[in-house]
């Protein structure tokens, strides 16, 4: 039987804010957290070294673009979050250092991620195959869904493959995100407050859909 783990995304402005999610997130029988860091206020490497050391399970450090932060200084925080111990860290293929994390990734794991906001397209397979040639650990692959069959050709397009997230987002996709683990991703997101992405469920709805 293929192994379910749910990620809960950390969506805190502070190091307190995350820690009560984190605590939480445990408590409700979460197996990975993601620290988004670019949801704290002042992130900085003292501030991520705090975190990401007493979090109570594996963490997958993620930094999406946000105005007001440069390109490197956004790399710059990826990299300090892997000197703190990170357990695995996501970059999107259309980022410049793409390259430069997966070199220096140490003991971190690399996940490199694709996301569609607006539809699900047919070409699954070719950003599949894209992104494995830059050998990163672990494929991620979110787009959006606008109708429900939009969840079966993600469903379908996971099986028989190995080190791969993938589901569509959007109030369509709640399908995928609740079954993509039985049909081979190597987990799926749930929430613990503040939500990271349209269409994520709560981590107790999650356990109830999948029980």
């Known amino acids: 039987m293929r192994k379910i783990r749910i990620c809960v995304p950390i969506m805190a402005k502070n190091s307190v804010e995350a820690m009560k999610i984190a605590r939480e997130a445990k408590r409700s029988g979460a197996d990975i957290l993601e620290l988004r860091i670019d949801s704290l206020a002042n992130p900085s490497a003292e501030i991520l070294r705090k975190i990401i050391k007493v979090m109570p399970l594996p963490v997958i450090a993620t ?17 300090d979050a892997i000197d703190a111990g990170a357990d695995y860290v996501d970059i999107e293929i259309g980022s410049r250092y793409v390259k430069e ?54 469903l379908q397009f996971l099986e028989y493959k190995k080190n791969c997230i993938a589901f569509c987002m959007g109030e369509l996709g709640v399908l995928s995100r609740a079954f993509c683990c039985q049909h081979g991703s190597f987990l799926t997101f749930a929430s613990v407050g503040k939500k990271s992405a349209e269409g994520q469920i709560s981590l107790n709805d999650m356990k109830f859909l999948i029980n």
């Open 63 to 79: 930094n999406r673009k946000r105005k007001g932060i440069s390109e490197n200084k956004r790399i710059s925080l990826l990299i």
């Open 101 to 154: 994390i997966i070199k220096n990734k140490k003991d971190a794991k690399v996940i490199v991620s694709h996301h569609n906001f607006q539809k699900t397209l047919n070409n699954l397979e070719e950003i599949y195959r894209k992104i494995k040639k830059l050998k990163p650990d672990i494929v991620k692959i979110a787009t959006f869904a606008n109708s429900l069959e939009d969840n079966f050709k993600i």
